[in-house]
């Protein structure tokens, strides 16, 4: 199982990234997925999630902001981000939503907001 994050770079407030998250070695529709970030000397947090059934959630921080979606066909699961904070700079991670990420964690991709 691999999970390899792209997409993360240098923004300036106000900015936009798009995310991607490609799964290989497992059966990828039948599971729950997610975005985490964790910010230096902080918890990893989940900051989307997305159901087999395209239901998703969103941490408050990032509500109207951040929209999850996922191609099944293409074993991807994608985090467009909007209106990009200096709080939200981080290392960006995708995983299962089942036990806070179950799968093996990929290298993750940094993202930085600052001007």
């Known amino acids: 199982v691999q999970l390899v994050e792209s997409g993360g770079g240098l923004v300036q407030p106000g900015g936009s990234l798009r995310l991607s998250c490609v799964v290989s070695?497992?059966?990828?529709?039948?599971?729950?997925m997610g975005w985490y970030r964790q910010a230096p000397g902080k918890q990893r947090e989940l900051a989307a999630g997305i159901t087999t059934g395209r239901i998703t959630n969103y941490a408050d921080s990032v509500k109207g902001r951040f929209t999850i979606s996922r191609d099944n066909a293409k074993n991807t699961v994608a985090l467009q981000m909007n209106s990009l904070k200096p709080d939200d700079t981080a290392v960006y991670y995708c995983n299962t939503i089942r036990d806070g990420g179950f799968l093996p964690w990929g290298q993750g991709t940094q993202v930085t907001v600052a001007s």
């Open positions: 070695g497992l059966i990828f529709g039948i599971y729950d």
